[in-house]
Nanobody, 121 residues
Framework: QVQLVESGGGLVQPGGSLRLSCAASGSIFSINRMGWYRQVPGKERELVATITSGSRLNYADSVKGRFTISRDNAKNTVYLQMNSLKPEDTAVYYC???????????????WGQGTQVTVSS
């Protein structure tokens, strides 16, 4: 079994910062892409940022220059540093990872349970 556990969400004022963490655990053979997505009620889940095992980065235009994604391969953990937060960044943030488990023949997408980020004064 593979699990993704997120932490770091919360309430922050506009202009503030938060750091999200997501640790993958379980029967992991290798992790390719890791990333963060977000969703607000009534809208589709959208990409925030991704990072490959080779450290190739991809950001949504709305967060470029404000958010930074990084990963610690030794800890199977991905981070999202969010600066200059805006009210429109309010959403549930989900961790995603494309993982080859030791118990499967091909990699699958795994998702965390989500963590709420609220930007409000």
């Amino acid at each position: 079994q593979v699990q993704l556990v997120e932490s770091g969400g919360g309430l922050v004022q506009p202009g503030g910062s938060l750091r999200l963490s997501c640790a993958a655990s379980g029967s992991i053979f290798s992790i390719n892409r890791m990333g963060w997505y977000r969703q607000v009620p009534g809208k589709e889940r959208e990409l925030v940022a991704t990072i490959t095992s080779g450290s190739r980065l991809n950001y949504a235009d709305s967060v470029k220059g404000r958010f930074t994604i990084s990963r610690d391969n030794a800890k199977n953990t991905v981070y999202l540093q969010m600066n200059s937060l805006k009210p429109e960044d309010t959403a549930v943030y989900y961790c995603n990872a494309f993982i080859l488990a030791t118990t499967t023949l091909r990699p699958y997408d795994y998702w965390g349970q989500g963590t709420q980020v609220t930007v409000s004064s």
